[in-house]
């Protein structure tokens, strides 16, 4: 059994300020010589970048779904063991959807630390904790910290509206960047990610400094026991090496950064050398038996992506020599012939699936996803906002959690050759032998 102390950031809502919230958390108890881990609920690429940064340490997802609740136990124990402090943001509200942050809550007995915009909010902030904190009888509870407060008379008012005092653990303002911005800036596809932006540690650090001066920020090593965990071993799935002696490449830059590192853990647990290579800076593809492009946002690289001719060359080679290519979402669209953006512009890219990608200013595909292979069922996701008019063949498609394949829920699976290209975000860790026959 490993103890540590630990913590989930909830909110009523989305956009009530959890990221900031956590990564401050981190950010402060790492420069104060803490170990600090921490998780991500749900399928989230972007949030993991400013904890990473936060916490000096990487990032995992934690999802009963699509991680698997078995994984996560196992995650979690190996942290503790490994940490003075255990940090998971939630993910929408803290009852949304099914296996929510709740049910993750009580399942381990970690407490929820509730994050509340009461920028506009009085007394009903007493309401929402009380709501938050009674509505599932036997909840792990830690208390409510309020965000975007004006100013210690707000604060007053927000703390004397709650029943229980003790369940007050603070008060940030509102927190800006440069130029009176969001603290943590956002783009279509969720945060600007922190090493996208030259001064994410100044940032990191103004939300820990103000934290510093709430309860929950003044906490030590011997008050955060009050939050202490207790948390079981696990035992380890074998992976076979069903990939062994295979080299495979996998695209990683600023176009091509929805990696989640336990996608990379699972290819080199099936045996697979792993080759990485950066389209954006010019490089070819690198001598390889198989190609993984990930997501990421090659809508806003385009004329770089299409500029690398020698590396659309080696592309092609590849798929005309019968390698497996896998491409996921992002990694999909730069393959597509052209892209439309939203000022107007048709940009060329590598052409090696016909059809033309749109982007677009709404949603167009969200959700947990799975895709059922003859090697068993991959779990994972999708979130774009563009789409993909194209005559390639369609192989089959994903499908809703639990539910059957049906032509109009769910996201093509375009088969070419050897290629294979979805907007679905595939969690590998879900099944290791469906994963190892994208890449064989």
């Known amino acids: 059994m490993h103890r540590c102390p630990a913590l989930i950031t909830a909110a009523c809502a989305s956009g009530q300020g959890k990221t900031t919230v956590t990564a401050a958390l981190a950010r402060l108890h790492a420069r104060q010589g803490r170990r600090v881990r921490v998780f991500k609920c749900g399928p989230d690429y972007l949030d993991p970048y400013w904890h990473q940064l936060a916490s000096g340490a990487p990032v995992q997802q934690l999802d009963l779904w699509m991680t698997g609740a078995e994984d996560c136990a196992a995650r979690l124990y190996a942290a503790a063991g490994d940490a003075d402090l255990l940090l998971i943001e939630g993910v929408m509200g803290l009852f949304d959807g099914a296996d929510s942050v709740a049910d993750l809550a009580a399942r381990f007995g970690v407490p929820v630390l509730a994050v509340v915009d009461a920028w506009a909010m009085g007394g009903t902030l007493g309401a929402i904790a009380h709501g938050l904190k009674t509505f599932r009888p036997g909840l792990p509870w830690a208390g409510v910290l309020a965000n975007r407060v004006a100013g210690a008379h707000h604060a007053q008012l ?102 989640y590192p336990a996608n990379l853990r699972t290819l080199t647990a099936l045996g697979a050398r792993l080759a990485f290579f950066s389209p954006l800076a010019g490089e070819r593809l690198p001598d390889c038996d198989a190609l993984w492009l990930p997501g990421g946002y090659p809508e806003l690289h385009a004329e770089r992506l299409a500029d690398n001719r020698g590396l659309q060359q080696d592309l092609h080679a590849h798929a005309a020599a019968g390698k497996p290519i896998w491409a996921e979402c992002g990694g999909m669209m730069a393959l597509a012939e052209t892209i439309d953006l939203p000022d107007g512009r048709r940009l060329p890219l590598w052409g090696l699936l016909p059809g ?33 008019d194209s005559p390639a063949p369609v192989a089959t498609r994903t499908a809703r959690r639990g539910q059957a ?26 099944s290791p032998a469906a994963t190892a026959s994208l890449f064989l």
């Open 158 to 259: 927000l703390k004397d509206g709650l029943r229980d005092g003790a369940d007050w653990l603070g008060a940030l303002p509102r927190l800006a960047g440069e130029g009176g911005g969001p603290l943590l800036p956002e783009r279509h596809l969720g945060l600007v990610a922190a090493h996208e932006l030259p001064d994410a540690i100044a940032r990191l650090d103004a939300a820990a400094d103000a934290l510093a001066a709430t309860p929950l920020g003044q906490m030590d090593a011997r008050a955060l026991e009050r939050f202490a965990v207790d948390f079981a071993p696990q035992p380890e799935a074998a992976v076979p090496p069903l990939l062994a002696g295979r080299t495979v490449a996998v695209a990683r830059d600023a176009a091509f950064a929805f990696i």
């Open 356 to 388: 033309r990608v749109t982007q677009q200013q709404r949603l167009a595909g969200l959700g947990p996803q799975q895709l059922t292979l003859p090697q068993g069922v991959l779990r994972g996701h999708t979130f774009h906002y563009s789409r993909f």
């Open 405 to 430: 394949v049906t032509p109009d829920a769910g996201e093509a699976v375009y088969r070419q050759g050897s290629l294979r290209a979805s907007y679905f975000h595939a969690w590998f860790a879900s």
